[in-house]
């Protein structure tokens, strides 16, 4: 019985235990099998109830990516779900940046019946084969006595060692089949991540240890890891103890402030510099940390160079090793790890000039940028929205990146001005059509703080029916869309790569403040960049949801900072 006097049944226990770790907000579509899930989340809800909020969504990708960048800002598991059939094939995407990206998150698809199946059922499909390639653990639930460890075994796959996605599958009828009452427990360790942290083994520290302090230049790569680990303190202390250049991958961003004299900026082929790369080559040995050195992060593998020293710190014991061939090797979480790293060095080393080199660098990468944001040129410059942005934006602004044009852009010059996770984007996997759903996850992760959602025009196209949930929802959320009528990344690839045998990537402008207006959404269109700022402050400034159209110069024909263009 659920205390009610009704029979505790697997859609009430499964609610029943999401409220039992933390869970507080749910992002998902309606469908035909998820009605006993939701007549259990109306049922149980009102005051002194579960405490979990329902997000409709529009789309059950747009649900995946809420819960993604919710997951990013809150530390806490991300939680969506939809419907089986088509629901479980659209929420897909959404599973697979997460888990790459090392965000906990479960995502909940509800199936057909389990005594339904190979019966030509609407909507049958093989929801664990369906999921296996793009999740850390996944199950289809197929009885009702399951469901509790089912989902404390989700929940501790989701937080424990390197976070990831995780699916469950509910059937229909499992759904409504009693659950044990004495199996009804959860562990709150693993309501956040990283839960119950693993430390490094002291012998691999002193070789790590050891390996750095020999080295006359090393520089220290960073990347999400870092910044899931909360590890700001350990890196600025290591830094500091060898004097080295702190780097920072796309999703390492905010590892470092830009106000510390070590901190050089993003690295790699996607909003790193010149000068940044510099940094790396010149380098006698390099420290990964939180960072698979893939091949945005390295530049396809060239930077650092074959045969350059590597230490490497990582969670996962199989990023270790799988690029470069490492000198010293310390599996842990990165607080953990640095921590005694630091200390196995203890006081004292020698400097460098490791500041003045760093300085160095960011005044080229400014002067550069600079000139560009200052261009009163038609179409706006990129660079001229970032730096309105950066002009009127508060410190604890969340911004919201599509991987597109946004993403160099505002990786190499948008200011981190603290440490913690203040800029999103989904750079496992690319897709288009993240950052304008994703940004009501952040709304309701970061409710004290403006968040703001930039995306090119061929992302706005993917998911701007979503502004009719920011609308119902009143979020006072900024979508940036930055309007150039092409897909812009393809289309340089063409012109640098390909003759400038520009193919299929070119459509027609939208008008996109018209088309937020339609949703209830107060908008401006800029083409004067003279005008840009004050559009800005005043969405910025504004108690509802709000967009500013920006037409800008197409990728193809701007200065990127992306390395294989400017080569």
Request: aromatic share 6%.
């Amino acid at each position: 019985m659920d205390g009610t006097g009704n029979r505790l049944g697997g859609a009430e226990a499964f609610v029943k235990l999401l409220a039992a770790h933390g869970v507080d907000t749910v992002f998902g579509l309606c469908g035909d099998t998820s009605l006993p899930l939701y007549d259990a989340l109306a049922r149980l809800g009102g005051p002194g109830g579960h405490g979990i909020r329902h997000i409709l969504t529009r789309d059950e990708r747009s649900a995946g990516y809420m819960a993604d960048t919710y997951a990013r800002l809150t530390g806490k598991v991300g939680i969506c779900e939809g419907p089986s059939g088509g629901g479980a094939t659209y929420i897909l995407p959404a599973v697979a940046e997460a888990n790459e990206s090392s965000v906990a998150m479960i995502a909940i698809t509800t199936d057909i019946s389990v005594s339904s199946r190979g019966k030509f059922t609407l909507t049958e499909l093989d929801q664990k084969s369906l999921f296996r390639p793009v999740t850390k653990w996944n199950t289809v639930i197929d009885r009702a006595v399951d469901i509790p460890a089912s989902l404390r075994r989700a929940f501790r796959e989701a937080t424990g060692g390197r976070p990831g996605a995780v699916h469950l599958g509910l059937p229909y009828d499992v759904q409504k089949d009693a659950v044990d009452e004495t199996d009804m427990w959860a562990d709150p360790e693993h309501a956040r991540y990283p839960a119950r942290r693993v430390g490094p083994d002291p012998t691999d520290v002193e070789k790590a240890a050891k390996a750095l302090a020999e080295a006359r230049r090393p520089v220290i790569v960073v990347g999400g890891g870092v910044v899931i680990s909360g590890a700001f303190a350990e890196l600025a202390a290591l830094a500091e103890r060898l004097d080295a250049p702190v780097l920072t991958t796309i999703s390492g961003q905010g590892a470092i402030a830009d106000a510390h004299p070590l901190s050089a900026g993003v690295v790699g082929s996607n909003g790193g510099t010149l000068p940044t790369r510099a940094l790396v080559g010149e380098a006698d040995l390099v420290l990964f940390v939180g960072c698979r050195a893939g091949s945005v992060t390295t530049e396809r593998w060239r930077f650092p160079a074959k045969g350059t020293p590597i230490v490497h710190v990582d969670i996962d014991p199989a990023v270790i090793g799988a690029i470069y061939p490492t000198k010293a090797a310390v599996v842990a979480d990165a607080k953990l790890a640095l921590g005694a790293i630091v200390a196995a060095l203890g006081k004292g080393g020698t400097k460098s000039d490791a500041n003045a080199r760093v300085a160095k660098a960011r005044a080229e990468r400014k002067a550069a940028f600079e000139v560009l944001a200052r261009s009163d040129d038609r179409p706006i410059k990129p660079e001229r929205l970032v730096a309105e942005m950066a002009a009127v934006l508060p410190d604890d602004a969340v911004i919201v990146a599509d991987p597109g044009t946004p993403c160099p852009y505002f990786s190499a010059f948008y200011p981190k001005r603290r440490t913690g996770r203040w800029f999103v984007t989904n750079r496992a996997h690319g897709a288009l059509g993240y950052s304008l759903p994703a940004v009501i996850g952040a709304a309701i992760a970061r409710p004290q703080s403006k968040c703001v959602a930039v995306m090119g025009d061929g992302s706005f196209g993917f998911a701007c029916g979503e502004m009719e949930t920011i609308a119902r929802l009143g979020l006072p959320v900024t979508l940036v869309v930055v309007s150039n009528a092409v897909y812009g990344w393809i289309k340089a690839g063409q012109k640098s790569g390909y003759g400038q045998r520009y193919f299929s990537v070119d459509f027609n402008r939208t008008d996109h403040a018209a088309v937020a207006a339609a949703f209830g959404l107060k908008s401006w269109r800029v083409e004067d960049p003279a005008k840009l700022r004050s559009a800005l402050s005043e969405a910025f400034a504004h108690d509802g949801p709000t967009l500013v159209d920006v037409v800008c110069q197409p990728l193809h024909e701007a200065k990127a900072p992306v390395s294989e263009w400017v080569a």
